[in-house]
Each structure stands twice: as C-alpha cells, then as structure tokens.
C-alpha cells in the first residue's frame, strides 16, 4: 500500500505533490529509488525526465500502485509470492553477499533468479528470493553464506555446512539453496530446523517396545 507523505513544501518551492525520484520511491514503498527510475524510463511508471533526474505526480502514483502494481509485481516475483520489498541488482546483491551487482543480472538472465528484466536493468521481488532459500513460511531475516552460518552456529569448517545443505524440507539436511557457485542460508530456517522436535512414535511401535 503507497504511504502518504506530510504534505510539505518540496526543494525549491515545487509543488507538494510533485516528487522526485526518492520521494516517489518511499511513497510507493520501494527500498531503492533506483527501482523507480528503472520503471519510469521502461515506460512502465508515469513520470517525466527532467535534466537528469525524473519527476513524478503522487495522484498518478496512487493510481499506478492500484491499477498496475498487482500484475507488474507478479512479473517480477512469479506466482503466489506474498507482496515485499522490490529490489535492484545492486541492492540484491548485498543481500546476498554477491560482491558484484553483475553476478546477480547473470544469475538472472541464465533462470537461476526468479527476476524480470525491465528496459536496461533487472527487478527481483526480496520475498521470490528469500522463499526459495529459507522455504515456505519463515520470518524474514539475514541470509548467510556457509562460512558465516559455520560461525554461527559452530561447525567445524565451511566444507561441513555445504556438505550437510539440503533444499528446504530435505529430512536432516541444513535447509539452503545453491545460487550460482554457492551455498546460501536463511538464519531463521536453520534455527527453526535445529529447534524442531522429532515427532513421537506411534503408541506400540518398536522404538517405544
């Protein structure tokens, strides 16, 4: 849902309701102003190029979000993914611990990032990616490589984790996904997982005779 901005005068005395690309970003709830400008210069968002920034009007905003956002974001994410945080390259990334934005655009274009390529840069949905490596249902938190999951939760070596990894739901397998070249973990997963109880025997069954 777009959230509504203090009606304020803008820099320079321009219009409240006339924003910048930051201003359009927090207004659309988006983590990047970068995603905004991406979209205006795909034809995608309704704004304007003004020298070298962009301007948009919050009423066209509002209408956007309400009218096209659903179908847009459900290109971006794929089904069924529960509505968050729309990222760029760079910012996925950092998310991820990638040191270059390019390694994610790679990753993307080659299907192994749920993502969608929009004019000159790619758009990935933070709850698609988080989903496939923490599973169904699990609390947003850090993602780690296996090196920082070791530390963590104090295994032996990184060799250890990436040997005990599993896909989410795998019978004891530390949950994770290989993205690229690497393991990845969700820390709410793995606790979640180390946390579980095993499920009691049924009554006369021979673990319990």
């Known amino acids: 849902m777009a959230r509504d901005l203090p009606d304020q005068p803008a820099p320079g005395g321009r219009d409240p309701g006339i924003l910048d690309a930051a201003q ?5 709830e988006f983590p990047d102003p970068q995603a905004v ?3 205006a210069a795909a034809g995608e968002l309704p704004g304007s ?3 070298r920034g962009w301007l948009f009007h919050q009423p066209a905003l509002r209408d956007w979000r309400a009218r096209r956002w659903p179908a847009l974001y459900q290109r971006i994410a794929g089904p069924g993914v529960p509505d968050g ?4 390259a760079a910012q996925l990334a950092a998310r991820l611990g990638f040191r270059d934005p390019q390694t994610v655009t790679d990753l993307a274009a080659a299907g192994e990032l749920a993502g969608c390529k929009i004019g ?7 709850a698609a990616i988080y989903q496939r490596i923490a599973g169904p249902g699990v609390p947003d ?3 780690l490589s296996a090196a920082q999951l070791a530390a963590r939760i104090g295994a032996p070596s990184p060799r250890v984790v990436r040997r005990a ?3 989410p739901g795998t019978p004891g397998a530390l949950p994770g996904c290989r993205i690229g070249k690497q393991w990845l973990f969700a820390l709410e997963a793995v606790l979640a997982d ?3 109880q095993p499920e009691a025997a049924p009554a006369g069954s021979p673990a319990l005779r």
């Not at 945080?85 to 760029?88: A, E, M, N």
Request: glycine share 12%.
């Open 165 to 167: 990894a599993g896909p």
């Open 49 to 51: 190029k003004v020298g």
């Open 120 to 126: 000159r840069g790619w758009l990935f949905a933070w």
């Open 37 to 39: 400008t991406e979209l």
């Open 24 to 28: 359009a970003a927090a207004y659309l």
């Open 141 to 143: 938190g850090p993602v």
């Open 194 to 196: 180390l946390d579980r």
């Open 85 to 88: 945080p729309v990222l760029s």
